[in-house]
Each structure stands twice: as structure tokens, then as C-alpha cells.
Nanobody, 126 residues
Framework: QVQLVESGGGSVQAGGSLTLSCAAS????????LGWFRQAPGKEREGVAH????????LYADSVKGRFTISKDNAKNTLYLQMNSLKPEDTAMYYC???????????????????WGQGTQVTVSS
């Protein structure tokens, strides 16, 4: 059974940093594509960052490019999202998502991810 558990959310002031973690069980982080999404109240879920199988490259939403970094720790079977220079508009529930197989590369298409974590709240105050 695949399980994704996010942690690391919290409240910070604008300009601060947070690192989100997504610990996977029953699933290989190294050999699959994964993504981070976020959803603010009243808004649609949006893709933030995506990393392909074996970490060959990553994609970022324009709104976070240069500030956020997605990475994997294969030994810990964990996905990370390092968030720097946080802005109030980054406030949202953040979710990690895992593709159904190593052949999948869903990018920022949420319907193509099979597995989701429960989410972790990030709140950035001005």
C-alpha cells in the first residue's frame, strides 16, 4: 500500500524559508516522477514543482522559479521542497503527489497522479 506523508509546514514571515518533506512507503521515490502541488482557499490546485524519475530534471511553476527547489533523498525514500524567499501569496495547503509508474511523467497535470499525501499547511505573513 502506497503512503505519502508530508511534514514541515508552518507559519513564517515573508522572506523566510521552509523545507517540506514527503516520506514515501510502499513506493520508490528514486525511480518515479513526483510533484508538489498547492491549493489556497477558493483557488484551484496548482502545480508547484515536478521531478522526473531518477531526478534527471525538474520543472517549476513560474511563480516559484528561483525560490523553490525540489529534490529527492533516495536513501530516505523522501521527496523535499525547499522554499526560500517566501511570499504571502505562497500561503496554501501543500501536497506531494506520486505518479502511477516509472513510465509516467505527469508534470503539472494532477489527474495523472495516482497517489497523494494528506497535505501540510504553509502560511506566510507580511
Amino acid at each position: 500500500q502506497v503512503q505519502l506523508v508530508e511534514s514541515g509546514g508552518g507559519s513564517v514571515q515573508a522572506g523566510g524559508s521552509l523545507t517540506l518533506s514527503c516520506a514515501a512507503s510502499g513506493y520508490s521515490v528514486s525511480s518515479n516522477s513526483l510533484g508538489w502541488f498547492r491549493q489556497a482557499p477558493g483557488k484551484e490546485r496548482e502545480g508547484v514543482a515536478h521531478i522526473v524519475a531518477f531526478g534527471a530534471y525538474a520543472l517549476y511553476a513560474d511563480s516559484v522559479k528561483g525560490r523553490f527547489t525540489i529534490s529527492k533523498d533516495n536513501a530516505k525514500n523522501t521527496l523535499y521542497l525547499q522554499m526560500n524567499s517566501l511570499k504571502p501569496e505562497d500561503t496554501a495547503m501543500y501536497y506531494c503527489a506520486a505518479a502511477p509508474s516509472f513510465l509516467s511523467c505527469p508534470g503539472f497535470r494532477p489527474d495523472e497522479y495516482n497517489y497523494w499525501g494528506q497535505g501540510t499547511q504553509v502560511t506566510v505573513s507580511s
